[in-house]
């Protein structure tokens, strides 16, 4: 009884040590600004492509919040997200590096302007998909405004990358390609390819703080 007792009390204490150091890493923008180099090649162009594992233009990530690009970074970095290029640039980055780059991508957040009364509100059949799929319940109002930073910014998003993320989740057996996230596997599956379409159209259409600010020797 008291071995295990000690087991699980030094487990607790391992825990409570990682939470600890994991949130005293705070994020240097100004650092970061001199870590994006193998960033901006995608990034930074505004409309870039991406040809692998499938075409769309890369997601514009200046503007999304600190946490969710930490978040993301190192899904990428355990597997959990399946792609051959991100994983190798997320194994590159230390935990350091991955918050002075969130900081700095963080900071670009372009102006929301006010949502007008009358803002373009979905038809019926996206109406019907956005309640089926309770998008907002974690996405938030307008999809702007998330209940937890840790999750992404959806409002004008390139709708042909949202797409591609949301096929990502019914992906499975795939070395290159898929997501494992269990909540939004759950939801992509519900749907099919054309109503995923139909509700990445959508959300692109809504008024947006992400950008994409083009480095210098791009504009």
């Given at each position: ?14 825990f ?43 997601p ?36 350091q590096?991955i ?8 900071a ?59 096929h990502?989740?019914k ?49």
């Amino acid at each position: 009884m008291n071995r295990t007792f000690t087991t699980i009390f030094g487990l607790a204490v391992a825990f409570a040590t990682s939470l600890t150091h994991a949130q005293e890493i705070k994020g240097d923008a100004k650092a970061g600004e001199g870590k994006i180099a193998m960033c901006i090649g995608c990034h930074g162009i505004v409309g870039y492509q991406a040809t692998f594992p499938a075409v769309y233009r890369v997601p514009m990530i200046s503007g999304q919040s600190e946490k969710y690009i930490i978040t993301a970074l190192n899904e990428y970095k355990k597997g959990e997200r399946k792609h051959p290029t991100m994983r190798s640039i997320a194994d590159s980055l230390t935990e350091q590096d991955i918050a002075d780059v969130a900081a700095y991508y963080a900071a670009h957040t372009k102006e929301l302007k006010p949502i007008p009364e009358k803002a373009r509100e979905p038809d019926a059949q996206v109406a019907q998909l956005l309640q089926k799929g309770a998008c907002v319940s974690c996405h938030g109002d307008n999809f702007s405004k998330t209940i937890d930073p840790s999750y992404p910014k959806l409002a004008g998003q390139h709708k042909d990358y949202l797409y591609a993320a949301l096929h990502s989740y019914k992906i499975e057996n795939n070395p290159v390609g898929g997501r494992t996230n269990a909540i939004m596997a759950g939801m992509a599956k519900q749907f099919t390819n054309a109503e995923l379409r139909a509700l990445a159209g959508y959300i692109s259409s809504l008024p947006s703080e992400l950008q994409t600010v083009p480095e210098s020797r791009f504009r």
